[in-house]
DNA sequence: CTAGACGACTCGTCCAGACAACTGATTCAT
DNA sequence: ATGAATCAGTTGTCTGGACGAGTCGTCTAG
């Protein structure tokens, strides 16, 4: 009996659910799973693994966690299949620079201008001490603060937060959520006012999204975001800041060029 | 009985284990259990919210996925303690040119030139189509390959594979993996082959570390990485490329400064 | 006083069973 | 033909129990 292995014996070296996960993961990193295609269902893994139901769903608990699996409800678990990435570069500055209509969510997207939708939602608020410290100004200063969601082809792809000081802004178009989305985008809006950019510098983090940001980016469960932090600058001065632009990973590559010369 | 809450209906509106874990989240944010403390332990929330272990489990297993909760075998579940952040400016690339000792390793960590230890391995490969691509070479050029783990005060911080083409680094202390860690890093390891770098391309890109970066780099559940490409340019020539400088999230901040003026 | 054994308590793993909820195809009534 | 109801198959949620394995304090023998 149980000459090959002795399945009962529960926790001898490896977890029973790891070596499942390890077999699945090495299924569908050599291709025999292919990417989009399901996995065996839960009755089939327990049938061929001779373990529980519960130790099943611990296996693809882990591949879910590592991102290689999605499951849903009703239909099976298939192996992720593999995104097209989107590139932001950081010349798409300088395009937006460029006196056209393109702002620098459609170049990243290589989108037309009107193939994207803007979810926005305009305030003034006093700058938390967090804010105040990238404008490098008092704590409760006045800011109109814009919240955005970017829509392509009505998929979210990017939230983020931006806000401009208020004295900047407060009466001009800018300040107006009906102009949005403005040609040529933030950079265009602040020429608008007399200003020019000089320096953009961005810090860029990695984390698991919060609840919200799962639901609004409809992000598959295991995917991390990249939470960017924006400050833009004319001279020595902050004249816009964003506080964590949201991207999800699993569709998103940054580029950044740094000159030596 | 059950007057407030009819605790064995299973599932009602949102399933048990998720509002066990919104509660311990809400204590966690809240500051009710402060950040490096320990949570209750299995039995007793199993007693306060009157589920049962695999429940509790679950929701715990929720919260470890958001980054939030820590798990030690044996001892116990505790909120993630707060850990320094490191900052990796674009600049550093900048500092790295002048002609000093650090690396941009030891200038993002901050570090004393002696106080990093660094594990390599060198081998010479032919180039993959994906590295090939990269340096704008056929694949099966020849390539050395550098695998590195730096380490800070014993601590691994990041991982990399490094390749310069063999034609350029062949028969000279470059290749001596004994000669690492090389002052000044890789550019001056280039310049002392006449070689000056004039640009750098990085691309960024994050996603949950495999089994081998967990353990190698010892990140804690739920913790995304950051993998860098990076390109170094001579010109146009491209005279060194990393695939995936693998960084733990929870660890790294990026900064990248794009001027336009 | 110290080293080691012990025990209480913790989380880790695994099992078996039950029912809810969702999906997709089939069947049936209209 | 068409739309609604049904049904089989899938994953989601939850219970209860059992024992392995790590941690830490205490107690005891030396």
Redesign the pocket.
Known sequence: MGTLID??S???G??????VADELRRRILAGAIPAGS???????LIAEF?????????A?GLLRAEGLVV???????YARPILPVTRRGSDRYRQEMELTRATSFTVDHDLDWSAYQLDREFREVPASSAIAELFGAEPGTMLLERRFVFRAYGVPQQMSTSSYPLDLVAGTPVADPANEPWPGGNFAQLRSLGITVTRIVEKIRARMPVPEEVQTLRIPGGTPVLAITRRTFAGDRVVEAAVDIVLPADRTELEYEVDLS
């Open positions: 399945v009962p529960p926790p001898r490896r977890p029973r659910y790891r070596q399901l996995l065996p269902t839960e009755p089939q001779g373990v529980s139901r519960g130790t099943i769903r611990e693809l499951t849903e409800h009703g239909r099976g678990s």
